[in-house]
C-alpha cells in the first residue's frame, strides 16, 4: 500500500463541488479520504460559494482554483432549481479554462468528480480526455427516485387525491407518490430537463461514488448497478466518520454538558429548508409544551421575512429557561455524539440523516423538499428508525411526535433498530469491511 501511496500523491483528483453547503461538505470529506490514500487534491469552486468550509485556509494540504461563472446572476430570487440551472450554463467557459491549466501545468490527473449535479462537465472531461466521476451526495434510494421522476410526472402531476398520492410508485417498492420531490408549484418542464440532463451525463461518466453503505441500501444499489450497467459504483460512506473530528469549543456543548442522557431533543432543519412565522410558532409551542429539554438551531432568516427570533412571543425564552437554548449554528456531529442527546427533529437532509444513523440518535422526521421524502420514508418505513411527522406543523401534533419519540430512548424497537444500524456503519469501515473495499476499489479504478 505504501507504494502505491506515493504512485498516487504524484496523481492529481480534481474535484468540482456544488455551492451548497450539504453538497460541499460530502465533497470535501472525500477529498480528505482520497488524500489519505495518497492523490494529491485540487478543488475548483465557483465563488458564488459563501462558505467558509472552502476557505483555502482551512485546507492547506488542498490546492484551491476558483472560476466565475459567466454573465451577473440576474433574477435575484429563484429558487434551486432555477440557481443550478443557471450554473450549469454559465460555469462552462471557466471550468473548461481551468482544467485547461490545470492540463497545461503538467503531471498525470487521475480524474475530476464532480457533483451530479454539475452535469455539464462530462463534456469538458471528454474534451480533455480526462475520466469523470459523479459523486451522488444524497442516498441511493432518493437519486433512482428522482431519475425516475420524469418518466413518471404524467402520472404524478395529475393525481389530485390523496389517496392516488399515497399509491405506491411503480418499481419502487418503498415510495409513494407523496415522498416524490414535491415539485408541483414549480417549473416542472426545468426540473424534468436537469434530471435528465443529470441522468444522461451519469451514464456517460467513467463511476458515481455515494455517500452510503452495503448493509443500508443492498436493494437500491443492486438496482442501481442495473440502471448504470457500463460503469462500477461505488459506496464509500459514511464518508464522516472515516475523518478524525476535530472538537470545537461551542455554547451548545457546554449546556449539552449540564443535561442528564439521552434527555435532549436537538432540532435542525439544515442549511436551506425555511419555515413562515405561523409555522415558527407552532414549532416553539410543541417543543415548549413537550417539556423536553430542546437544542434548537434557528438558522438567521430560516423563518421567512424575518432576521432571526424576532415572530417569539416576548417572554418565551424567559418561560422555556434552562431547558431549552436556541443558536444560530451548531457544531451537529459534535452535538449528535454528546451523550445528552436523545433524539434528533431534522428535516431529513440526507447529511443530517447519515450523522444521525451513526451516532445511533433516532429521528422525528419532517421533510421539506427534493430528496428529503425519500429519506424520512426510508428513515420511518424501511430502516424504522425514526417517527414521521405529520404533513403540517401544527403544535399538538409536534408534542405528539416529540413524545413518541423521545419515549424511546428506554429501549425501544427504534433504539434497537438504530443501534444495529450504527454499528454497522462502523464496522463497514473497517479493515475488510464493504466500504474499506469499496474504497480500495476506486483507488485502484483511478490509478
Ligand atoms: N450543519 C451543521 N450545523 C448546523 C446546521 C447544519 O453542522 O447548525 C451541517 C450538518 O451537520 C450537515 C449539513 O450541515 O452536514 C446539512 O446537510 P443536510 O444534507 O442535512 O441538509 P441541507 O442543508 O443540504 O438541506
Known sequence: MGEKKEEGRNMRVILFPLPLEGHTNPMIHLAHILYSKGFSITIIHTTHLNNSLLHPSNHP??????????????????????????????CVEAFRKCVAELVADGGKIGCVI????????????????????????????????????????????????????????????????????AMKDQNPHLIDQLLSSIFIQTKASSAIIFNSFN?????????????????????????????????????????????????VLYVSFGTLAAVDPH????????????????????RPGMVSGFEWLEPLPDGFEEMVGERGLIVKWAPQREVLAHPA?????????????????????????????????????????????????????????????????????????????????KEKAESCIEEGGSTFKSLENLVNFIL
Open 61 to 90: 494540504i488542498f490546492t484551491f482554483r476558483s472560476i466565475i461563472p459567466d454573465e451577473a446572476e440576474t433574477s435575484g430570487g429563484g429558487g434551486v432549481i432555477e440557481l443550478i440551472t443557471s450554473l450549469n450554463r454559465r
Open 114 to 181: 464532480t457533483d451530479a449535479h454539475w452535469h455539464f462537465t462530462q463534456d469538458v472531461a471528454n474534451e480533455f480526455g480526462i475520466r469523470r466521476i459523479v459523486l451522488r451526495t444524497a442516498n441511493i434510494s432518493a437519486f433512482l427516485g428522482l431519475l425516475a421522476l420524469p418518466a413518471l410526472r404524467p402520472n404524478y402531476l395529475l393525481p389530485s387525491s390523496e389517496t392516488s398520492l399515497e399509491d405506491p410508485v411503480p418499481d419502487f417498492l418503498h415510495l409513494r407518490f407523496k415522498d416524490l420531490p
Open 215 to 263: 448493509d443500508l441500501e443492498l436493494d437500491p444499489l443492486l438496482k442501481c448497478r442495473q440502471l448504470f450497467n457500463r460503469i462500477p459504483i461505488f459506496p464509500l460512506g459514511p464518508f464522516h466518520k472515516q475523518l478524525p473530528l476535530t472538537p470545537q469549543p461551542h455554547s451548545s456543548l457546554s449546556w449539552l454538558n449540564s443535561k442528564t442522557p439521552k434527555s
Open 279 to 298: 409555522e415558527f410558532l407552532e414549532i416553539a409551542w410543541g417543543l415548549a409544551n413537550s417539556t423536553h429539554p430542546f437544542l434548537w438551531v434557528v
Open 341 to 421: 442527546i436523545g433524539g434528533f427533529w431534522t428535516h431529513s437532509g440526507w447529511n443530517s440523516t447519515i450523522e444521525s444513523l451513526c451516532e445511533g440518535v433516532p429521528m422525528l422526521c419532517y421533510p421539506c423538499f427534493g430528496d428529503q421524502k425519500a429519506n424520512a420514508r426510508y428513515v420511518t418505513h424501511v430502516w424504522r428508525i425514526g417517527v414521521m411527522l405529520g404533513d403540517k406543523l401544527e403544535r399538538g401534533e409536534i408534542e405528539k411526535g416529540i413524545l413518541k419519540l423521545m419515549a424511546e430512548k428506554e429501549n425501544g424497537e427504534i433504539m434497537k433498530r438504530i443501534k444495529d444500524l
